[in-house]
């Protein structure tokens, strides 16, 4: 990436970030570990899941 793309980006970070909290990353991805793992356990997920793949029922 050029220095001037980075120079805007950081910027705009900077900008857009002024005054928001600061993210707890380890609950973050903790988050979204449990509801990863929660989804491949729930039938609504799945049955969707294997209609859009075109796979018919869980995975092996």
């Given at each position: 990436m050029r220095e001037a793309a980075k120079k805007c980006l950081g910027q705009a970070?900077?900008?857009l970030g002024a005054g928001?909290?600061?993210?707890d990353a380890a609950f973050f991805n903790k988050t979204i570990?449990?509801?990863f793992e929660a989804s491949q356990r729930d039938e609504r997920v799945t049955r969707a899941f294997g209609a859009w793949s075109?796979?018919?029922g869980p995975a092996a």
């Open positions: 970070r900077d900008h928001a909290a600061k993210a570990f449990a509801t075109g796979r018919q």
